[in-house]
């Protein structure tokens, strides 16, 4: 009889409570993503009668997966410290250009990838530094140089495009150059997350910057390191950047911030950091986000409209994954 009223009196769990214990459960995290990509996959194959399934078609696919990719895992260390950069495509569209300058000047292919990814960096320690010495939010401070960098861009290369060898370009990548860059980062990277202390005390800090503080570490070097893991990734899309189109334009790296972030979060992670953060989010999120645009393109779809889908699905996908611990400090993130 007790039991009866025990049962009887337990309250119903809400349907909110519901989806949060199959968000915490271990899996969710990795199959949720890959099960709305395989459904994208079959519906797009369906919608265009399997000419999405074409060599072509997947070739193009893939290759803006690899800088989509790249540039996803790259942000994923300043992602997981709760810190947002968006000025990421356009410092890989300047870290391109100066890249190809450089080409153009000298046709060493070699100084043209160092100069990619070293000018990549620089950029990228820059936005850190502003961030950590000036105590500049890091959004703030994306959104003033991303306005600098494109500047740049359009008073250097102005309406024209900096060339690049197309036989070299094709050399490149038809020699597995990018896919084996990309798989010694990729691996790099992965090492550095989740088997050191820096990636511990990274996912430390974006979980709750004022407990990291109070056991010792220091939030403005860990922040430091993130940016220089990203700049070193986002150089290296600069370089796919170049061998994939053989040219670099003023409108290079446009976009590839909302991109970057949409694959974020398509893939899993949470653009707010914290001990869930990874770094293969970005790779199933990139192949999403590529064949979403390819899809809607092939189905005739604006890319105006294309923008709006994007948007709308990147704002639900954020709050979904936009938890707050009601029982720990708050965290500042913006």
Known sequence: MTNTIAVKAAPRLKLTDRIDIIKNKRMFSLAFPLSILLLLILAFGAATGGAFFRGTVLKGLFDQTLII??????????????????????????????????????????????????????LMLFNGTLSVVFNIKTTMVAVVVMQLYNAIISEVVGADTLKVDFQLCKMLEDGGFRYGAFIIYFVVCLLAFHFTEMGRQLRFIGGNKKCAEQTGMNPKKAICISFLMAGIGIGIAAVFTIIRTGSVGSTTG??????????????GMSIFGGAKSNTYSGIIGALTVSALN??????????????????????????????????LPAREQF
């Open 69 to 122: 990719g790249t540039m996803a895992t790259a942000v994923s260390f300043i992602y997981t410290t709760g810190n947002l950069d968006i000025s990421v495509g356009s410092v890989m569209g300047l870290g391109a250009v100066a890249g190809a300058l450089v080409y153009g000047a000298t046709e060493n292919v070699v100084l043209m990838i160092g100069t990619a990814i070293i000018a990549s960096i620089l």
């Open 254 to 267: 446009n976009g590839m911030g909302m991109d970057v972030m949409l694959a974020t979060v398509l893939g």
């Open 294 to 327: 390819k899809g809607l393109l092939m189905l005739g779809v604006s890319s105006t409209v294309i923008q709006g889908v994007r948007g709308v699905i990147f704002l639900l996908l954020v709050f979904l994954n936009s938890e707050r611990p009601s029982t």
